[in-house]
């Protein structure tokens, strides 16, 4: 018979793994702030992108790190995402933080078949986001520069959740 103590733990380490790379509460609406400047370089293309580049658009931000497994298989949905909305004033942003270097990211990019724009973070994106309190956080932003909700972890249901929300934000 297993110990009260050894089913406990065992269920609190299912529950962040399903979580994703963070014990944080699943999708949340937010007050309306602004998203940060920035103007940061895109690995996978040329130049950059701005927080000017994105007014306009419904825009899914997505916080991740190359090492991270629950990020990594979000990326395929991502692709989903990025091609149905195609057509639409859209866009879909990889921000990859803790994850080596410029050139490291571009190969695992390459690797992962990433189609969207894939930029690096840095603290102070992170921190006008409202922190990143761990990995997979993907942010949704209005066409008006304003977060709209933060989705914590690699949920089961993410991407409907997301596909309804920007659906909401596009009628806008």
Same mark, same amino acid.
């Given at each position: 018979m297993k110990r009260p103590s050894v089913f406990l733990a065992s269920t609190i380490v299912v529950a962040l793994l399903a979580s994703g790379c963070s014990g944080q509460s699943p999708a949340a609406a937010i007050a309306p702030n602004a998203a940060p400047e920035f103007d940061l370089a895109v690995v996978n293309g040329n130049g950059s992108l701005t927080t000017a580049d994105l007014k306009g658009k419904v825009t899914v931000m997505d916080f991740w790190a190359t090492w991270c497994e629950p990020c990594k298989t979000e990326i395929p949905k991502f692709n989903e995402l990025f091609d149905k909305y195609a057509s639409d004033p859209f866009q879909m942003v990889g921000? =990859?933080?803790?994850?080596?270097?410029a050139e490291?990211?571009?190969?695992?990019?390459?690797?992962?078949k990433m189609k969207?724009? %894939?930029? %690096?973070?840095?603290?102070?994106?992170?921190e006008g986001f409202g922190g990143v309190l761990g990995y997979p956080m =993907?942010?949704? %932003?209005?066409?008006?520069g304003t977060i709209y909700k933060k989705y914590m972890g690699a949920l089961p249901d993410k991407q409907e959740?997301?596909?309804?929300?920007?659906d909401t934000l596009l009628k806008n």
């Open positions: 921000v =990859t933080i803790q994850s080596g270097s490291d990211i571009k190969l695992k990019v390459e690797e992962l969207y724009p %894939v930029v %690096v973070g840095d603290d102070n994106v992170a =993907t942010f949704l %932003v209005n066409k008006d959740q997301l596909e309804r929300d920007i």
